[in-house]
């Protein structure tokens, strides 16, 4: 595949965004989609003035940012830690191999019921739901990363001094396994957001609960409205880490 | 044996790695002298590197004791936390190995981190062993920017800093070209007359051994043993002189296990 430049492939993606739109209120006034099923794109701007106007926008966005990020928080420094540990500790990797296997595979909706039943209708359960699907991939994210940290590390650190646990996690496994983390840590960004509107589908205040409540009065608009403020909020929190990252892992080529 | 001048020390060590069915390095005794410069000469996978590391303290030798300066070396700890300022000794690797995530300058603070200095104290000792490996002003590059030569000079450098007895260096210049490799070994003689460490230098190359050394030890056979020693005078080391091309063929021999061709004065492991 042939490379763009990057002032090329904004230029391109702004051209695809504008064609994808352009499309898309085309065929709802020639009526080839019906406008009951899908609003025009002429009509988001004035649902979202309404939200905006209604308070309803700025409240589930302050809603839904408090379950994120503390879901977010919570799930990525348990699965990441969790993951070292097991990367670094046979014993404990052996002990929870068996545990892992069983959990895995279940989905961050179908703990809703235990959200409910344990947390109830607030903050903390939809915080729950997040951090469980968060925490899975950073758990899987740090084990990889530690795993693949070249033992040789290992051997000069025991040369230096630093052979202990401790001189091994802080002066090779931390540094070394950063690039992995770190990649955790962004897909984690993403996921977190998928969650959000799992998580308060069950009457959680925030932006997943409030596109239900417009679905249930066929307001598509409105869904829409919550649907593209997602995408805003993911992009600007995956640019924001973008920075942090690309600080942290200054020393990679 | 273990002289008032010895650094450390060898006594009929054995290794194995499986409890003793199979040995890789057995009966091998070897004492080192303050300031002299030791050469460890024998074919690829001897058993030199994992000799290098039973000095090191990394390796438990299965047999025999392994002694430093009036001290045991039985745990690695033991070894390295002497005296809290410096360490007993230090290891310059083959692949440099430096850590990518490190500056040059915090890769060569690495084996400082952990003593009993302050910050000042460290940063001089950095920037001292820099300067000596001729590589001032380079502290902020990362390793990946580095040629081989560079990147061997901050091992060398990371492994100065911590002011060892014993310098064990592990074919350190086996990776690098010839010119570079050249350049290194000059500059490593010049900096064992300044700081008259006690070197301990792991190589295949006998004419790299005879450049460099004091003394040659030939480690060879399996399970590996000591099966020549060779001591070096500055008279012995002109590549072009007879004497020089009457070592190299003792040393082939001696490498080869066949019996010592003769031709100067020559100690068997088991003599001293």
Redesign the interface.
């Known amino acids: 595949m042939r490379t763009l430049s990057k002032r090329n492939r904004l230029l391109l993606s702004a051209v695809g965004l504008f064609v994808f739109f352009g499309a898309w209120e085309a065929s709802v006034r020639t009526g080839f989609l019906p406008s009951g099923m899908v609003p025009a794109p002429s009509s988001l701007w004035q649902a979202w003035l309404d939200e905006v106007h209604g308070g309803f926008w700025q409240q589930a966005i302050v809603d839904s940012l408090s379950h994120y990020s503390l879901g977010l928080l919570v799930g990525s420094i348990f699965g990441a830690l969790l993951g070292l540990l097991c990367g670094m500790v046979a014993v404990v990797d052996g002990l929870l191999e068996g545990i892992v296997r069983l959990l895995r595979p279940v989905p961050g909706l179908a703990w809703v019921p235990f959200a409910i039943l344990w947390f109830g209708l607030n903050t903390a359960g939809a915080t729950f739901v997040i951090a469980i699907s968060v925490f899975w991939i950073n758990f899987y994210a740090a084990y990889a990363a530690v795993r693949s940290v070249d033992p040789?590390?290992y051997?000069?650190a025991?040369?230096?001094?630093?052979?202990s646990f401790w001189?091994r996690l802080f002066?090779?496994v931390l540094?070394?396994s950063?690039p992995g983390l770190m990649a955790g840590l962004r897909t984690g960004l993403g996921q977190g957001w998928m969650s959000v509107v799992a998580a308060e589908l069950f009457g959680v205040p925030g932006i997943g609960a409030r596109m239900m409540q417009a679905s249930s009065l066929l307001a598509t608009d409105v869904v829409v409205v919550y649907m593209l403020t997602m995408a805003l909020l993911y992009a600007l929190t995956d640019f924001l880490f973008g920075f942090v990252s690309s600080y942290i892992l200054r020393?990679?080529? | 044996m273990n002289g008032s001048g010895s650094v450390a020390c060898l006594e009929d060590v054995g290794l194995s790695h499986d409890g003793g069915q199979n040995f890789i390095l057995r009966h091998v005794s070897l004492s080192l002298q303050q300031g002299e410069f030791v050469a460890l000469l024998g074919p690829s996978g001897v058993g030199k590197s994992t000799l290098l590391r039973v000095f090191?303290g990394?390796s438990k030798p299965t047999e025999g004791r392994v002694t430093g300066a009036n001290q045991s070396v039985a745990g690695?700890?033991a070894g390295?936390?002497e005296a809290g300022k410096r360490?007993a000794q230090?290891?310059v690797?083959q692949?440099a190995?430096l850590?990518?995530?490190?500056?040059v300058l915090r890769n060569v603070m690495?084996?400082l981190?952990?003593?009993a200095l302050t910050r000042e104290e460290k940063l001089a000792r950095a920037l001292a062993a820099l300067r000596l490996v001729g590589l001032e002003g380079e502290g902020g590059r990362?390793p990946?920017r580095l040629s081989g030569g560079q990147r061997q000079r901050v091992g060398v450098a990371?492994a100065l800093t911590?002011d060892p007895d014993l310098l064990l260096m592990d074919e350190p210049f086996g990776a690098l070209d010839p010119i570079t490799r050249g350049a290194l070994q000059d500059e490593l003689l010049k900096i064992w007359q300044q700081t008259h460490k006690t070197v301990l230098f792991v190589t295949h190359d006998i004419e790299e051994a005879l450049k460099l050394a004091t003394r040659i030890v030939v480690l060879s056979g399996a399970p590996a043993g000591i099966t020549g020693e060779l001591r070096v005078e500055d008279s012995q080391k002109d590549p072009n002189s007879s004497a020089f091309k009457v070592y190299t063929a003792r040393l082939r021999a001696m490498i080869a296990g066949e019996p010592d061709p003769g031709g100067a004065p020559y100690w068997h492991s088991a003599e001293i």
Do not use: T
């Open positions: 040789e590390f051997e000069l025991a040369a230096f001094g630093h052979g001189g002066k090779v540094p070394a950063a020393w990679q080529p | 090191m990394l690695v700890a390295l936390r360490r230090a290891l690797f692949d190995r850590m990518p995530w490190r500056s690495f084996g981190e952990g003593l990362w990946r990371r911590v």
